[in-house]
């Protein structure tokens, strides 16, 4: 199971480096960036509905303290995920990007280096509470 997230993440942080290259770019090209903004709102509104059904109630249901704290504190910022790269998206429609190219540089690379961050936490420390919990099951059982 955590095998398939890590591969979510590894495919939104190549949606990530895709976008990255697109605002590299001297020269705006909105249509580029509106297709992969879209693909990436795609991966990550699936991949973090199925994280929170498979891991964070996972973890929330558990018994385990220390697992539910860790759960419920990512769990929180979680929930800021989908609504954070949707007003991202509303803030910055085409002609406006086209307008302040720099300006949508930044806050891209700002909000990607988020993104990117998250993934390395929920890989060092989320994930490692998963296996824990689990393996504690199984030899419950």
């Known amino acids: 199971m955590i095998a398939g997230f890590c591969a979510e993440h590894r495919a939104l942080e190549a949606h990530a480096a895709l976008l990255l290259a697109i605002v590299s770019a001297p020269v705006p090209d909105a249509a580029a960036v509106a297709a992969m903004r879209w693909r990436m709102a795609q991966a990550l509104i699936d991949h973090c509905n199925r994280e929170d059904r498979l891991i964070y109630d996972r ?83």
């Not at 910022?77 to 609504?83: A, K, N, Q, S, V």
Request: net charge positive.
């Open 59 to 141: 973890l929330l249901s558990s018994g385990d303290a220390i697992a539910t704290d860790i759960a419920w504190r990512y769990r929180q910022e979680h929930g800021t995920l989908g609504p954070s790269f949707a007003n991202y998206i509303a803030a910055w429609p085409v002609g406006r990007i086209t307008r302040e190219w720099a300006r949508f540089r930044a806050e891209t690379e700002a909000l990607l280096a988020g993104l990117a961050d998250r993934i390395e936490r929920e890989e060092q420390v989320l994930y490692a509470h998963v296996e824990r919990v689990m393996a504690r099951r199984r030899s419950a059982a």
